[in-house]
């Protein structure tokens, strides 16, 4: 006699799979836009934060943007993106997945990504301490982990063994089982190499300055006023 076919697991709805996808594909942006900010040393080219040379992030104006402001500011607006995003996510997983370690790893990617932000604020405001950077550029390998893993594990179904006195089917493994062993390799070379992508502050200083000079070539302001909300505003733009 046959044995019944093995049942299958659970499966997250279609698109909360697809759209755990779309946040692990935007975290690979996110992680570019942090490369090429430290790759052209722009990392202080905004002094402050969460504005952006006073302005609200989001209503920056695009024609101040030169230099490494570019590099730096564009880095913040996709940051905020995917933090909100991740919100999303890990709202959308506590409400439809079953796993109650899955749920949990979506808030773990919430606390990661909040921390993220505040690491990336704490390097701004405290002139790029060494270990802080550090933790924020190994920190986005994590979060990358985290929400790779939690795509993987929406893809389903997977099959589980029945309890029947006949000997057990085979369990076959989903592949998201193996992603924690094999992100370990590329998480630790990028944490290692965390210290050896990140400037002194001498050069990172020296990049602000050249920025706000070259803003304030493009529009006629002193280089200490040119981005600043209050004289945009006193020009009639912004």
């Not at 302005?55 to 402001?69: A, D, E, R, Y």
């Not at 795509?151 to 592949?175: D, F, H, S, T, W």
């Amino acid at each position: 006699m046959n044995a019944p076919p093995p049942p299958l697991a659970p499966r997250a709805p279609l698109w909360h799979h697809r759209y755990a996808k779309l946040v692990a594909a935007c975290t690979v942006l996110l992680i570019a836009a942090g490369a090429s900010v430290t790759s052209t040393d722009s990392g202080l080219s905004v002094p402050d934060w969460p504005t952006t040379y006073g302005w609200n992030m989001f209503t920056f104006p695009l024609s101040k943007m030169v230099g490494g402001i570019r590099f730096e500011h564009t880095h913040r607006l996709i940051a905020s993106t995917v933090g909100f995003m991740t919100i999303f996510l890990a709202i959308w997983t506590w409400r439809v997945e079953s796993r109650r370690w899955v749920r949990w790893l979506g808030v773990a990617c919430l606390g990661a990504v909040v921390l993220q932000g505040v690491l990336g604020g704490i390097t701004v405001l405290f002139f790029l301490p060494p270990a802080v950077s550090i933790g924020h550029a190994g920190l986005a390998q994590i979060f990358f982990c985290l929400t790779l893993t939690l795509a993987l594990e929406q893809a389903g179904p997977r099959v589980v063994a029945l309890e029947v006195n006949a000997p057990k089917l085979p369990v076959i493994q989903c592949p998201s089982q193996h992603c924690e062993t094999h992100a370990t390799f590329p998480l630790t070379d990028a944490t290692r190499g965390a210290p050896v992508t990140s400037p002194s502050r001498g050069i990172r200083r020296k990049r602000s300055s050249s920025d706000r000079e070259g803003c304030a070539a493009s529009s006629g302001r002193s280089p200490v006023a040119c981005p600043a909300k209050g004289s945009g505003r006193a020009g009639g733009h912004r």
